[in-house]
């Protein structure tokens, strides 16, 4: 299966910005999904989900400004939700423009917060949601660690020691192979204009974390809203979504599905094939 590389130009508050994305399956499906990444991740993480689904399914991946191949935005207090919303439409009515689309999403962490929000909205275009592990409460202790270390900007004197920081740091993501790690490093990181190797996100994403008081996190008043069918993902030692929390999401809204994975933290990254197949069930009653 090919993959294909684009760019949807977006607007912002100081001028336009580029948003890459790639492109899996077939571009006149009428039903596509959208893989969001998490706070510091980019499209390429759904490599191997979207060659799962791309038989059935044209899927997108977006680098969400700010990280992987997409611009940077010059002032980064705009780094937050109403950015991220705003592009995604342009993106979806650049999709949509010749013929009209059956929009399933899935968003990991923050991918799933902006769905969340989204298909919360009235006439949204989102007909089922796959939520992974995020959910309707973040603790606040789980928001200082993610502030810990987001907008930090280490560097590397080569690829093999940026890869053992990578395993480190993401030891959440679960037991994965080495080419899964390789490939989820190679995907976010670069080499500076010294030759040494760091990560490939804007570090002032952070912004918004530094510029208010960190506080808990109530999204339960958009996910009440949500009428589409949801499917729940959640690593059960996960810290950034608890079990009470994503117990209470089967009851509430949507009742989402809950799907837990043994072994995994923050946050299953979808490419072993316990996880792949459960993403796979939920979206076979839309297969083209």
């Known amino acids: 299966m090919t993959i294909t590389h684009h760019t949807v130009q977006c607007l912002n508050a100081q001028g336009f910005h ?7 399956g077939q571009s006149d499906n009428p039903n596509i999904v959208m ?17 799962s689904l791309a038989n059935d399914f044209q899927v997108i991946c977006p680098d969400i400004v ?18 991220y919303m705003a592009d995604i439409n342009t993106l979806l009515a650049k999709l949509s423009a010749k ?18 929000v989204m298909a919360s909205l009235p006439q949204t275009p989102i007909q089922s949601i796959v939520i992974n592990d995020v959910g309707t409460h973040i603790d606040k202790i789980a928001l200082e660690r993610i502030a810990r270390y987001v907008g930090l ?13 990578m395993r480190a ?23 500076n204009a010294q030759g040494l190797w760091t990560l490939n996100y804007d570090p002032g994403i952070a912004q918004p974390f530094q510029d208010s008081v960190i506080a808990e996190v109530d999204l339960s008043s958009f996910y009440e809203k949500i009428s589409c069918r949801a499917l ?38 979808l490419m072993t094939e316990d996880q792949i197949s459960s993403v796979q069930k939920f979206l076979h009653p839309y297969k083209q």
């Open 35 to 51: 893989c969001i990444h998490g706070l510091t991740r980019n499209g390429r993480d759904f490599d191997t989900l979207a060659q």
């Open 18 to 24: 580029n948003m890459h994305y790639t492109s899996w």
């Open 99 to 116: 013929i009209p689309r059956c929009v399933h999403w899935v968003g990991t962490s923050m991918g799933g917060m902006i769905g969340m």
């Open 169 to 191: 740091i993401c030891r959440p993501f679960g037991p994965l192979n080495d080419a899964q790690w390789d490939h989820l490093t190679k995907h976010n990181v670069k080499q």
């Open 66 to 83: 700010g990280r992987g191949q997409s611009d940077w935005l010059p002032n980064k207090q705009y780094y937050g939700m109403p950015q």
């Open 153 to 165: 900007t280490p560097t590397f004197a080569s690829y093999a020691e940026i890869n053992l920081y």
């Open 232 to 269: 729940l993902l959640r690593g059960k030692d996960s810290d950034l979504l608890s079990h009470a929390t994503a117990h209470r999401m089967t009851q509430t809204g949507p009742k989402a599905q809950l799907i837990e994975f043994d072994g995994v933290g923050h946050a299953p990254m």
